[in-house]
Nanobody, 121 residues
Framework: QVQLVESGGGLVQAGGSLELSCAASGSIFRANAMGWYRQAPGKQRELVATITRGATTNYADSVKGRFTISRDNAKNTMYLQMNSLKPEDTAVYYC???????????????WGQGTQVTVSS
């Protein structure tokens, strides 16, 4: 059974920083693309940033220049460094990963349970 566990959320003032972590555990052959998504109250879940196994990154326009996504393949862990936070960044942040359980089975998408990030003005 694969689990994605996020940590690092919390309450921060506008202009502050937080770092989120997402650790994948279980019987994992390989984690391919990973990403962060967020969902604010009353809104749809949206992409924040993604990173391939080879560290190619992609960011939503709203977070470019403020957020940095990274990963440690040896630890099956992904990070999101969030700087210059704004009240509109307030949301539940979810990690997502495309994971192969073996070298011979198709990859599957897994989601974490989410971690709350609240930015006060």
């Amino acid at each position: 059974q694969v689990q994605l566990v996020e940590s690092g959320g919390g309450l921060v003032q506008a202009g502050g920083s937080l770092e989120l972590s997402c650790a994948a555990s279980g019987s994992i052959f390989r984690a391919n693309a990973m990403g962060w998504y967020r969902q604010a109250p009353g809104k749809q879940r949206e992409l924040v940033a993604t990173i391939t196994r080879g560290a190619t990154t992609n960011y939503a326009d709203s977070v470019k220049g403020r957020f940095t996504i990274s990963r440690d393949n040896a630890k099956n862990t992904m990070y999101l460094q969030m700087n210059s936070l704004k009240p509109e960044d307030t949301a539940v942040y979810y990690c997502n990963a495309e994971i192969l359980l073996t070298a011979f089975t198709p990859s599957r998408q897994y989601w974490g349970q989410g971690t709350q990030v609240t930015v006060s003005s």
